[in-house]
């Protein structure tokens, strides 16, 4: 596959993650009365990858993530000459499904919660942790929870593994992850997804965004040397 069509899938896919998830967010959790709450916000991001895996996986791989390319790429499953264009076309892709968020999230003449009081779905510790929860709670969270995603991508993508159930599988892992981590961080485990809201709301969640590459990365290249080993034959 060309690499224009391979980076073209990893912006549309993250486009849609970020518009998906994050909309589900800003656009109906934040407001009361339509009560997706966690729950809906957690299933819309395992349906946005769900979905994408399916439509684009066999172009891309469907990573739509920087940690996930770094994990596979450690893990031995992709090309490091590769790794750089995926992570700029997937946080680019990040910041237009943003971008359409605030133009959508913008456009109605009431009060707008989205904005007020969810920090248009932004990632933070501390204060703006939606539980309050502190620096080392976010970030031993987001370690671990992007370790765990990895290994299940790993493992689901496996040549060994049921054939056609990766998408299942993957999409309901990050439903699990968010309905855990949700109430920490707002759940990042994609510096893409983070970046794309931050850019937006500006200040704090600029200020933070540090965490969200840096704890994804780490948890993720744990994930592709453990897998390394844990899925050798031996």
């Given at each position: 596959?060309?690499?224009s069509?391979?980076?073209?899938?990893?912006?549309?896919?993250?486009?849609?993650?970020?518009?998906?998830?994050?909309?589900?967010?800003?656009?109906?959790?934040?407001?009361?009365?339509?009560?997706?709450?966690?729950l809906?916000?957690?299933?819309?991001?395992?349906?946005?990858?769900?979905?994408?895996?399916?439509?684009i996986?066999?172009?891309?791989?469907?990573?739509?993530?920087?940690?996930?390319?770094?994990?596979?790429?450690?893990?031995?499953?992709?090309?490091?000459?590769?790794?750089?264009?995926?992570?700029?076309?997937?946080?680019?892709?990040?910041i237009?499904?943003?971008?359409?968020?605030?133009?959508?999230?913008?456009?109605?003449?009431?009060?707008?919660?989205?904005?007020?009081?969810?920090?248009?779905a932004?990632?933070?510790?501390?204060?703006?942790?939606?539980?309050?929860?502190?620096?080392?709670?976010?970030?031993?969270?987001?370690?671990?929870?992007?370790?765990?995603?990895?290994?299940?991508?790993?493992?689901?993508?496996d040549?060994?593994?049921?054939?056609?159930?990766?998408?299942v599988?993957?999409?309901l892992?990050?439903?699990?992850?968010?309905?855990?981590?949700?109430?920490?961080?707002?759940?990042?485990?994609?510096?893409?997804?983070?970046?794309?809201?931050?850019?937006?709301?500006?200040?704090?969640?600029?200020?933070?965004?540090?965490?969200?590459w840096?704890?994804?990365?780490?948890?993720?290249?744990?994930?592709?040397?453990?897998?390394?080993?844990?899925?050798?034959?031996?």
């Amino acid at each position: 596959m060309a690499m224009s069509k391979k980076l073209g899938a990893e912006f549309i896919g993250t486009f849609w993650l970020v518009l998906g998830g994050c909309g589900s967010a800003v656009l109906a959790a934040a407001f009361p009365d339509l009560g997706i709450g966690f729950l809906g916000v957690a299933l819309a991001f395992g349906l946005t990858v769900l979905t994408m895996a399916f439509a684009i996986g066999h172009i891309s791989g469907c990573h739509l993530n920087p940690a996930v390319s770094v994990g596979l790429m450690i893990g031995g499953r992709f090309p490091a000459n590769e790794l750089i264009p995926y992570v700029i076309a997937q946080v680019l892709g990040g910041i237009a499904g943003g971008v359409v968020l605030y133009v959508i999230a913008s456009g109605t003449f009431g009060p707008n919660p989205g904005f007020e009081t969810a920090g248009f779905a932004s990632n933070g510790f501390g204060e703006h942790s939606p539980g309050g929860y502190n620096l080392t709670s976010a970030l031993v969270c987001e370690i671990v929870m992007t370790f765990m995603f990895l290994i299940i991508i790993l493992g689901a993508t496996d040549k060994r593994a049921p054939a056609g159930l990766a998408p299942v599988a993957i999409g309901l892992g990050l439903t699990l992850i968010h309905l855990i981590s949700i109430p920490v961080t707002n759940t990042s485990v994609n510096p893409a997804r983070s970046t794309g809201v931050a850019v937006i709301e500006g200040g704090w969640a600029i200020s933070q965004l540090w965490l969200f590459w840096l704890a994804p990365i780490v948890g993720a290249a744990l994930a592709g040397l453990v897998y390394k080993w844990l899925g050798r034959e031996d």
